[in-house]
Nanobody
Framework: QVQLVESGGGLVQIGGSLRVSCAAS????????MGWFRQAPGKEREFVAA???????YYADSVKGRFTVSRDNAKNMVYLQMNRLQPEDTAVYYC???????????????????????WGQGTQVTVSS
């Protein structure tokens, strides 16, 4: 059974940093593209970042230069390091996996939810003054 479990969310001040993690089980992530999405209250879920098997990354314009996505295949983990956080970053952050396509690329296709077939339950990140 494939599971994605996020952790590391919490309350952080404006301008602060936070790292959220995604632990995968039931499938080795090393050959697949992994993504991060977020959903703010009253808004649709939106793409944040993606990383493929060769560590090629892709970011939403809103987080480029502030967020960094990475992976540790040995631990079967994906991370999202978030710096210079702003109130508009407040959201539930979701990890997602595309376990349908081996050795896939990363780009505009992976900004859509339909590219992914497994999702975590989310972790809350709140940015407050």
């Amino acid at each position: 059974q494939v599971q994605l479990v996020e952790s590391g969310g919490g309350l952080v001040q404006i301008g602060g940093s936070l790292r959220v993690s995604c632990a995968a089980s039931g499938r080795t992530i090393s050959s697949y593209t992994m993504g991060w999405f977020r959903q703010a209250p009253g808004k649709e879920r939106e793409f944040v970042a993606a990383i493929n098997w060769s560590n090629t990354v892709y970011y939403a314009d809103s987080v480029k230069g502030r967020f960094t996505v990475s992976r540790d295949n040995a631990k079967n983990m994906v991370y999202l390091q978030m710096n210079r956080l702003q109130p508009e970053d407040t959201a539930v952050y979701y990890c997602a996996a595309d376990f349908k396509r081996l050795y896939s690329g990363v780009g505009h296709y992976y900004t859509g939810e339909n590219a992914y077939d497994y999702w975590g339950q989310g972790t809350q990140v709140t940015v407050s003054s």
